[in-house]
């Protein structure tokens, strides 16, 4: 039986503060749906005609670059808006979304949204801490994608992923997310041989070990102290 989705909106992050009231009536215009890992949610260039929001599972966010290279600007879990600021905007979405595994997203139509909010001040007030704060943390990762060396922005990527998703395990930190070499590569805005030879240096020195279903940060200390170097 699918669950209603004032029900999905009331487990969301962004969503779970609102009041009763404004819940089922954003839940009124809001459909959820499934996608399966390496399913593309939008094309860069699509126009931006719905508001996205990860109910469960994680979405990567890429952009072409020159050559045809794609970077990987962020990954989203559960409570992340996608495509938030081009809604906003009126404008085509800068990025394309791909499922990195299976996920659920809560689909707002940009009309029907826009209308809601225009008879709902606090329905406003209780989603624009969530959107401005995902907007600050996607400029960042822009900015780290643009410069600093490699082996800093691959740390800083490492230890990001640390922070939102990492849990204590018997060797160190557990990042439960099996990236491959080339995933790595693209959020770090470098090349996967690149990537492929920082990993196995890190996996000597005890930096990082990959494990089939993610990977352990053992000394976190040791892993910061590369973003400094």
């Not at 819940?23 to 939008?42: D, K, P």
């Not at 240096?201 to 170097?229: Q, S």
Request: aromatic share 6%.
């Amino acid at each position: 039986m699918a669950i209603p989705v004032a029900d999905v909106l009331a487990k969301n992050p962004l969503f779970r503060r609102l009041s009763d009231e404004d819940r089922h009536r954003l839940a009124g215009v809001s459909e959820v749906r499934s996608y399966e890992r390496g399913a593309r949610i939008f094309t860069e260039g699509d126009p931006a005609e719905i508001l996205y929001t990860i109910d469960s599972g994680r979405v990567k966010v890429v952009k072409m670059q020159g050559g045809g290279k794609e970077v990987i600007f962020e990954i989203l879990g559960a409570g992340d808006p996608v495509g938030a600021v081009a809604v906003y905007e009126a404008r085509p979405y800068p990025a394309s979304a791909i499922a990195l595994e299976d996920c659920t997203l809560i689909r707002v139509r940009r009309a029907a949204f826009f209308a809601l909010l225009e008879t709902s001040p606090s329905l406003v007030r209780g989603l624009l801490n969530g959107l401005s704060l995902r907007l600050m943390e996607l400029t960042r990762r822009i900015e780290e994608v643009s410069g600093s060396r490699v082996e800093t922005r691959l740390a800083r990527v490492l230890l990001m992923l640390a922070d939102r998703m990492g849990r204590p395990a018997p060797g160190g930190t557990f990042i439960p997310l099996p990236l491959s070499r080339q995933e790595l590569a693209d959020l770090a805005g470098t090349t996967i041989e690149t990537a492929i030879r920082i990993m196995s240096r890190w996996g000597k020195d005890g930096l990082v070990v990959t494990e089939k279903d993610g990977f352990v940060v053992p000394d976190r200390a040791a892993l910061e102290r590369v973003t400094r170097i």
